[in-house]
């Protein structure tokens, strides 16, 4: 069953149009998901075959409805290879409690492999990190790192919450970041590319910029 649910797979992937968009990859996990297919023959696979990952993710993922067994699931499915492949996984774990999220990102930006660091920070990019007594826990997860994409990551979060508090996070940035300015830098400038962040919190975010290069 499990060669032959492999192999299903595969063909209706090969049937798909040869430059085939998410969007046609996610029709056929909609269809495994109103079937219930089981498709944990693909575990093993989706790392060399990538084209297999996000049905593998999202068709099991979509068929658990409890956010918490959501969240178990990707943490024994640790399966990442780029920085793609942990952003999409953001939307399943929203509505998690924010014990449970901060005991998972904790582990997340000690480990090893960068796209597993960088999922411990995107994982907070929705309603998670929209309460502002979650403020100082989240930023005390931050921590230099010579990933490019963890520090992506962690200037996404950081211009994230600069949209819902910037006056909290301009005074973190102002007096209790420690991070290299290359993160800094990073999280400057997606806060000024926001369109849902104000012109003049904008002004303010940027004339940090010489403080913050001479603290580093």
Same mark, same amino acid.
């Given at each position: ?17 040869? #430059?085939?968009?998410?969007?046609? =990859? ?12 089981? +498709? ?12 297999? #990952? ?30 793609? #492949? ?6 399943? =774990? ?11 990102? #904790?582990?997340? =930006? ?44 962690? &200037? ?6 600069? +949209?819902?508090? /910037? ?19 990073? &999280? ?8 849902? =962040? ?11 910029? /010489? ?6």
């Amino acid at each position: 069953m499990t060669e032959a649910t492999t192999e299903m797979i595969r063909r209706d992937l090969d049937s798909l149009p040869a #430059h085939y968009k998410t969007k046609d =990859v996610d029709a056929l996990i909609r269809r495994y998901v109103r079937e219930g297919y089981d +498709v944990s023959c693909l575990r093993g696979i989706v790392l060399r075959e990538q084209q297999f #990952h996000r049905i593998y993710f999202h068709t099991t993922l979509r068929q658990i409805r409890d956010v918490r067994e959501r969240a178990a699931f990707i943490d024994s499915n640790l399966l990442f290879s780029d920085w793609w #492949h942990t952003d999409q996984l953001i939307d399943f =774990v929203s509505d998690l409690d924010f014990e449970t999220a901060m005991r998972y990102a #904790h582990g997340y =930006v000690q480990n090893g492999d960068p796209f597993v660091r960088r999922w411990g920070y995107v994982m907070w990019i929705s309603k998670l990190c929209r309460q502002e007594e979650r403020l100082d826990p989240i930023l005390s997860l931050m921590k230099d790192d010579d990933a490019y994409y963890v520090q992506m990551a962690q &200037a996404w979060l950081i211009a994230e919450l600069a +949209v819902f508090f /910037p006056q909290r996070i301009w005074a973190w940035m102002n007096t209790d970041n420690t991070l290299r300015y290359c993160i800094n830098g990073k &999280a400057i400038q997606k806060i000024c590319d926001s369109y849902r =962040v104000g012109d003049a919190d904008k002004e303010r975010f940027k004339a940090l910029r /010489p403080k913050l290069k001479e603290r580093r």
